[in-house]
């Protein structure tokens, strides 16, 4: 999904992961970003923060992802940035702000994701 949708990982570490994808190529039938687009563009952000927390030996999956879409987007990039709310033993939890270009935000999300044993 990464190379489909275009997106490019700009910063990863457990407490914040950024990251960013194209508007164009990821848009529903009328020219607005797919919210759909934009949960994976979530997901994707906080399951590799969460991975970065889980470490080499566990593996970190999804188990909860919500999303509010604020605006729509018909052009230009996106940029998404997860912060960790919550680094446990066995979940991790994050919320991913999405922004366009100008900075205003487009999509609110959380995603938890269950540390399991490698």
């Known amino acids: 999904m990464i190379d489909k949708l275009g997106i490019e990982l700009t910063e990863v570490s457990p407490e914040r992961t950024a990251g960013r994808m194209p508007v164009e190529g990821n848009t529903q039938p009328v020219g607005l970003l797919h919210g759909g687009s934009s949960a994976v563009l979530a997901e994707t952000l906080a399951s590799v923060a ?11 999956v999804g188990i909860d992802l919500n999303a509010t879409h604020h605006r729509g987007v018909r052009s230009g990039t996106v940029t998404g940035v997860a912060t960790a709310i919550h680094l446990g033993r066995t979940t991790a939890s994050y919320e ?9 935000r487009v999509c609110t999300a959380r995603l938890t994701c269950m540390i399991l044993k490698g």
């Open 50 to 60: 969460a991975q970065a927390h889980a470490g080499p030996d566990r593996q970190a």
């Open 96 to 104: 991913i702000v999405i922004t366009d270009d100008r900075g205003k």
